[in-house]
């Protein structure tokens, strides 16, 4: 076993692995902001991919490609955002 952060940010949600494994997705609170990061499993590098007031439960599609995650939008109305598993194209 071994621990890939060393932050006590890191939520309870649930974590995403890529389909190779080479990677995991998972959430992140910071001053009342939410973060989804994906960390690369070898080298430990981590890369802030979304930020909002909300989102959680990031999702890998599975070829691997997409990241879906949930947030809140317009007052509170829960909604479904996917991405390109790099965070562009939200």
């Known amino acids: 076993m071994r621990q ?6 890191v939520t309870s949600d ?4 890529s389909p190779d494994g080479e990677t995991v997705a998972f959430t992140t609170a ?8 994906a960390i690369d499993v070898g ?6 991919l979304a930020s ?3 989102c959680s439960s990031p999702a890998s599609s599975p070829d691997g490609e997409k990241l ?4 809140w939008i317009d007052f509170g109305k829960p909604a ?7 965070g562009s194209d939200p």
């Open 4 to 9: 890939l952060t060393s932050t006590g940010k």
């Open 43 to 48: 080298t430990g590098e981590i890369k802030r």
């Open 80 to 86: 479904l955002t996917v991405m390109n598993k790099d």
């Open 68 to 71: 879906a995650f949930s947030t």
């Open 52 to 54: 909002s007031d909300r």
């Open 14 to 17: 649930p974590i995403a692995w």
């Open 30 to 37: 910071e001053d009342n902001d939410w973060h989804i990061c």
